[in-house]
């Protein structure tokens, strides 16, 4: 009997697998027609016309063919990736608001990524040389430090613990990160990132071995980088005194430090703000991870050229970070001259 039963059994599941399935298509909405604006920017962090935007910008590499098989067209692609990197919840709570499968949305999420970052050179770039004299107007005006076409600092974007080298991403906080460089002008905006170091790498390291830091050494930058204590001082990176010695000195800490937090640290702060993936945790793995972060920087670019406003998220609190001071002794001779000449 129990033999009898058991090929039955086996006819019965050849037969269900022999049987297609009808495929299930869920209704999906379109935020737009029943969101108001101020909700629409509250969950995507962009308003109608931002989104519209990005969603022309790019069209063209994630846009379906045809309609076949319900495809998702382009704008609820877009707008199911900025729910993504807005709230940096889990994907499938992010495909539940647009009533799509988990794996659906992931495949999208790295589609659009993969498509911003096509543009990260027409929207994150250091200035060429013929508009540096701008720049340097800008970064003067704060605090009165001249000749700076910059402010460099890293930041620790968190990550799930990677499947590989695990122990390199755990930073000196104890938490897997992503070490994340940023350099922005005076208007807040990113002109430079690099995102792909593991959480224990030094920033000074970063900022030594990246491209934006071999040109700074070769002298292809008519101007200096302002940073934080964590790097080394050189002749075209300018770093405060830990300890002053004299008015001079103070004065010029006063002015870099004045400087550097209202750019750079404040971009930080506004970039973290707009997308709570970079506050929480990115729930990918590092390489990843590394894209959404540079696609973020793109999207915060697009944000301040829109004159958006800040996003201002109360339960976030973002404190500067600054590395330990690095091995390496600093060049002192173009910091004193900086102090001798301008902050007397």
Request: glycine residues 4%; neutral net charge; charged residues 25%.
């Amino acid at each position: 009997m129990a033999l009898i039963i058991a090929v039955y059994r086996e006819e019965v599941d050849e037969l269900e697998r022999a049987v297609a399935r009808p495929r299930i298509f869920r209704d999906r909405e379109n935020p737009f027609d029943f969101y108001p604006d101020h909700e629409i920017y509250q969950r995507f962090r962009f308003d109608r016309a931002g989104i519209l935007f990005i969603t022309d910008l790019l069209a063209e590499d994630i846009e379906p063919p045809t309609n076949r098989s319900h495809a998702i067209p382009a704008l609820l692609q877009v707008f199911i990736t900025l729910r993504f990197y807005a709230c940096g919840s889990f994907q499938q709570v992010v495909a539940d608001t647009i009533r799509i499968h988990q794996s659906t949305a992931c495949r999208i999420n790295h589609r659009v990524t993969n498509a911003l970052l096509r543009h990260i050179n027409e929207f994150v770039r250091f200035p060429p040389n013929n508009e540096l004299a701008a720049v340097k107007n800008t970064f003067y005006e704060i605090a009165h430090f001249p000749n700076v076409i910059g402010a460099v600092d890293g930041t620790h974007v968190k990550i799930i613990s990677p499947h590989q080298y695990e122990a390199d991403y755990v930073n000196r906080k104890n938490f897997h990160s992503i070490n994340v460089q940023v350099i922005s002008n005076a208007r807040r905006r990113f002109t430079n990132i690099v995102a792909r170091w593991p959480g224990s790498t030094h920033d000074s390291r970063i900022l030594r071995e990246s491209e934006v830091g071999d040109a700074f050494e070769r002298r292809a930058h008519n101007g200096i980088l302002l940073g934080d204590s964590g790097y080394s001082c050189k002749s075209w990176i300018l770093t405060p005194y830990l300890n002053p010695q004299n008015p001079a000195q103070q004065r010029y800490n006063n002015a870099q430090t004045r400087t550097r937090s209202s750019t750079v640290e404040c971009t930080i702060g506004i970039w973290k703000r707009r997308f709570r993936c970079l506050y929480d945790e990115i729930r990918l793995q590092p390489l990843k991870a590394c894209r959404v972060i540079a696609a973020t920087a793109i999207l915060h670019n697009l944000a301040m050229d829109m004159n958006l406003p800040d996003f201002d998220d109360e339960g976030i609190d973002i404190q500067p970070e600054v590395d330990p001071v690095p091995n390496n002794g600093p060049d002192n001779a173009t910091r004193e001259r900086y102090v001798q000449q301008y902050f007397q």
